[in-house]
């Protein structure tokens, strides 16, 4: 009798154990993940740089920088990005924002196929994201301040809390 007690009360220890969430080791991470920035303004540049996170300044998406999901592009790179790497990124779970963006036809243009004469020229629309909904692309365009590179971090966690929230 005595070792049904000793076996039911292991098994209750190891399925306990089992059951309880590993406790992340980094849980100072200010992002859950690193970014890549598309772009030659060196005044974000620079407020990346004294940014405690992990940052890569790269010329076009690199879906091999896995462990950076974040990916910032001005829009004077966008020639170099096709609608077909857009899409694979997204279908990869990387977040794609184009910042600085004067001219609310050019990301329609360039990866929606979209944009008509009705489309105004705006004063600054700052930031505008791109999404799959299904299979379809889509953006959304908010407005940030234009001391953009100031609240770099502030932006980036609350976005990387948005992502979190939306996987869920």
């Not at 004063?123 to 999404?131: G, N, R, V």
């Given at each position: 009798m005595r070792r049904k007690y000793v076996f039911t009360f292991l098994s209750f220890i190891l399925l306990l154990m089992a059951c309880t969430p590993e406790v992340e080791k980094e849980t100072n991470k200010l992002l859950s993940s690193g970014v890549q920035y598309i772009g030659g303004q060196q005044n974000i540049i620079n407020k990346l740089e004294t940014l405690p996170i992990e940052y890569k300044n790269v010329r076009m998406i690199d879906l091999s920088l896995e462990e950076y999901k974040f990916v910032i592009i001005e829009p004077n790179f966008i020639n170099n990005i096709s609608k077909e790497l857009v899409v694979q990124a997204l279908q990869a779970n990387y977040y794609l924002f184009f910042i600085n963006v004067e001219d609310p036809r050019l990301i329609k243009e360039a990866f929606l196929h979209t944009g008509t004469i009705d489309d105004k020229k705006r004063?600054?629309?700052?930031?505008?994201?791109?999404?799959l909904e299904g299979n379809q692309l889509k953006s959304f365009i908010f407005s940030i301040e234009p001391n953009f590179d100031e609240e770099l971090l502030e932006w980036l966690q609350y976005f990387d809390q948005y992502k979190v929230r939306n996987r869920e």
């Open positions: 004063d600054k629309i700052w930031a505008e994201q791109l999404y």
